[in-house]
């Protein structure tokens, strides 16, 4: 055996035990007649001893950093001053009796340490250097025990892990499919699945009644902190049930992700708030609830002047804290406001009683505003929603940042009723907000007539101003479901084209049936206190899309393109 025990394993209590470890070299302290080296795997680190007294110490001289190494040796105490309370073997040290080289290392590109000073991109490179850092393994160690935890609790719910394809049919889904050409079907493609959503559904026809899957999904859309172009999901359906019994299971998940990966409590059921209500009092639709700073109407105060701008607008919307601005921050806050869509932003401030701001002159009494010392109200207006709630929940999440006044916890919400359409101005359509294959609510007569009425049996659950899992009650009327689709302008041929195998499932006896996805990269770089996931993906991409430590995407040669009948056109 080349080990016995691991490198973080080893107490004060194995003082004289006879030990073999195996690992590699972090860091290596040359005092002469005596070498210190730290030896790591990724259960731990422990210091070995190598003494002239027993040792020919040319053959450890010669080690360096990142070096793979065996030692056999002996369990010392170490003396109470040099004892090593940032270690959990700090209080050992093994007096080294053998050494045996297992691999060499090059010197590394960049020192492998907590604090890595390397570029993201070098790091990525040399992942499986970078994931020799803890802070790296334990973003995949907490990754592997909420995958398994996810498990437990779908297991004992009835739920069946049903493995759907990877090679799908392409789909008109929202984002941009992955194509893959196939050399037997010549000409013709298959998509990487953006998401189980299709099959999963015709496993409810199928009978199956309760499915889950940890899923890869594919999507060919530009990348950030928080989106890689394959991510992972788990993704379950149940059939015979309404929003409340998906809620329950994602609740049961969410309070167990929580205790199981961070030793955390948290309450369910959790708050529950429409679509409507969280544009209305936060702006977003994935408000981070720790922020106290709530949207407010003032448009009787602001009517109660003779400033134009207010007296015209159909809203006035604005945002109160308990602090005072310069200009210079109230100008930064203003091209904020504006690169969001709104028109401009309005100020006014209570300093010792005296008011200033952007429209004091025109109100013979800003008393109407409710302001107390000390305190500034930010006001925008417009006559479109969007350019004044979306902007002021981009003010609200600055200034709950800006103040600190951001708490500490967890604070999960679910969004509910979200509309089912949404009108696109740039391409002059309506599209949905979620996906077509949502059951609305309500009457459904005449869909066509009024899309942006309908509200959907769709609901997001969001925490900390990320939205984690997303879900609907689907559609299980065949009818419904292509009158859908033709808001969206599908003909009946187009729906029957793209999603017939779905439509023909419906109308064989499709029981009510809904589910979610949750976004489990994401649930794990938040939970691992990350801002990337990136932080908590084994090989992630940079924002490019490319794989740097082994080169993809990469070129194809000639007969690989013929044999899939396919030819490379070069942009002139």
């Not at 720790?290 to 015209?312: Q, T, V, W």
Request: hydrophobic fraction near 40%; include cysteine; aromatic fraction near 10%.
């Amino acid at each position: 055996m080349l080990r016995d025990v691991t490198c973080g394993e080893l107490r004060a209590k194995d003082q004289g035990k006879d030990v073999s470890l195996a690992g590699w070299i972090r860091k290596i302290r040359d005092h002469g007649e005596i070498v210190f080296i730290d030896l790591w795997d990724r259960y731990g680190v422990t210091q070995i001893v190598f003494s002239s007294e027993n040792f020919d110490l040319k053959e450890v001289k010669k080690l360096g950093l990142e070096w793979v190494i065996a030692v056999d040796g002996k369990i010392r105490k170490r003396p109470e001053d040099m004892i090593n309370k940032d270690m959990d073997t700090g209080e050992i040290e093994v007096y080294a009796s053998s050494l045996k080289i297992l691999n060499a290392s090059e010197v590394p590109p960049f020192v492998v340490q907590e604090d890595v000073q390397a570029e993201k991109e070098l790091r990525f490179k040399y992942r499986y250097l970078d994931l020799r850092r803890n802070k790296a393994l334990e973003g995949l160690i907490l990754r592997h025990k909420l995958m398994q935890v996810a498990r437990k609790i779908l297991n004992e719910k009835g739920f069946l892990e049903v493995e759907t394809p990877i090679l799908a049919t392409p789909t008109p889904e929202g984002a941009r499919d992955f194509l893959v050409p196939s050399r037997l079907q010549r000409g013709k493609f298959y998509s990487l699945a953006q998401s189980p959503q299709l099959y999963k559904q015709i496993l409810m026809v199928g009978g199956f009644d309760r499915y889950y899957q940890i899923s890869k999904s594919f999507r060919d859309e530009d990348m950030r902190g928080d989106r890689q172009l394959e991510f992972t999901q788990i993704d379950l359906e149940m059939s015979f049930v309404e929003k409340e019994d998906v809620f329950e299971v994602g609740e049961n998940l969410m309070v167990a992700f929580l205790k199981e990966g961070l030793g955390e409590k948290v309450s369910a059921p959790f708050s529950r708030i429409t679509y409507r209500e969280v544009m209305e009092k936060y702006g977003t639709d994935k408000p981070d609830l720790r922020n106290p700073l709530i949207i407010e109407d003032y448009s009787k105060a602001g009517k109660s002047g003779d400033f134009g701008i207010l007296n015209s607008a159909d809203k006035i919307k604005g945002i109160k804290v308990k602090s005072i601005f310069s200009r210079s921050k109230i100008k930064e806050f203003e091209e904020m406001v504006r690169e969001s869509g709104a028109k401009g932003l309005l100020y006014l401030m209570n300093v010792e009683g005296d008011y200033k701001g952007s429209f004091v002159k025109y109100f013979k009494d800003c008393d109407v505003f409710n302001l107390k010392v000390g305190e500034t109200l930010f006001l925008i207006v417009g006559n479109k929603e969007k350019e004044v709630f979306v902007p002021l929940g981009v003010l609200r999440d600055k200034l709950g940042k800006a103040l600190n006044l951001i708490k500490e916890g967890w604070k999960f919400l679910w969004v509910t009723d979200f509309p089912m359409f949404q009108w696109d101005e740039e391409n002059d359509c309506w599209i949905p907000c979620h996906h077509i294959f949502t059951e609305p609510t309500g009457d459904v007569k005449d869909i066509e007539k009024n899309p942006g009425e309908i509200i959907g049996k769709q609901y997001d659950l969001v925490l900390n101003g990320i939205e984690l899992l997303s879900g609907s009650v689907r559609c299980h009327n065949p009818e419904i479901q292509l009158e859908l689709m033709k808001v969206i302008g599908m003909s009946k041929e187009e729906s029957m084209d793209k999603f017939g195998f779905l439509l023909k499932a419906l109308a064989l006896g499709a029981p009510p049936h809904g589910g979610m996805g949750v976004g489990f990269d994401r649930l794990c770089m938040l939970l691992a206190g990350g801002d990337s996931i990136t932080d908590v993906i084994a090989f992630p991409k940079t924002l490019s899309g490319l794989g740097l430590m082994e080169g993809s995407p990469g070129p194809v040669s000639d007969e690989e393109l013929k044999e899939l009948n396919l030819k490379i056109i070069k942009d002139e």
